[in-house]
T-cell receptor, first 110, second 115 residues
């Protein structure tokens, strides 16, 4: 089967660091995406990992462990505008299908 | 700027009255997708086109149809909307790079309300 699990909600303080975890089970795994989605808006691409390890991109970093079926998104120096849903999504080989998780709603408080 | 455009942003229809949602793209991407997203849920893939090849998801109701007359445009037709079809409908595109997972570029979505 194919399944993406991530926490429903998280709260963190402005300026802090937060880690959003994701576990996945997908057939024909071909990498893992993180998307950001503000309320009422479309998802926007944040990162893509296909190899194990950490990819850093400014304040955002994403980690993948293929053997553990595990990924996380790390957000540093949190800002109020980072309040959004963060969707973990698994890409499949042999096609263009991406399986999305339900998203983790992050609330950043002052 | 190259982008994915969806019109309208909000659509109100009556129970059972056919409705069409539109999507256009200036990215010249091969693949176009339609997703349905309900509140606090994952986007659910309804179907996708790879060029003119139509790929329907097994659990997409027959009530939902799609057309792609050319590379730039794709339409979602809901033949007889029910109350359960009220949702955000997201159009997305991706290019064919081969091998890697394909990043999807989303339009702003159309929020459908069924009365």
């Amino acid at each position: 089967g194919q399944n993406i699990d991530q926490p429903t909600e998280m709260t963190a303080t402005e300026g802090a660091i937060v880690q959003i975890n994701c576990t996945y089970q997908t057939s024909g795994f071909n990498g893992l995406f993180w998307y950001q989605q503000h309320a009422g808006e479309a998802p926007t691409f944040l990162s893509y990992n296909v190899l194990d390890g950490l990819e850093e991109k400014g304040r955002f970093s994403s980690f993948l462990s293929r053997s553990k079926g595990y990924s996380y998104l790390l957000l540093k120096e949190l800002q109020m505008k980072d309040s959004a849903s963060y969707l973990c999504a698994g890409a499949n080989t042999g096609g263009f299908k991406t399986i999305f998780g339900a998203g983790t709603r992050l609330f950043v408080k002052a | 700027d190259a982008m994915v455009i969806q019109n309208p942003r909000y659509q109100v229809t009556q129970f059972g009255k056919p409705v069409t949602l539109s999507c256009s793209q200036t990215l010249n991407h091969n693949v176009m997708y339609w997703y349905q997203q309900k509140s606090s849920q994952a986007p659910k893939l309804l179907f996708h086109y790879y060029d003119k090849d139509f790929n329907n998801e097994a659990d997409t109701p027959d009530n939902f149809q799609s057309r792609r007359p050319n590379t730039s445009f794709c339409f979602l037709d809901i033949r007889s909307p029910g109350l359960g079809d009220a949702a955000m409908y997201l159009c997305a595109t991706s290019r064919v790079s081969g091998g890697a997972g394909e990043t999807q570029y989303f339009g702003p979505g159309t929020r459908l309300l069924v009365l």
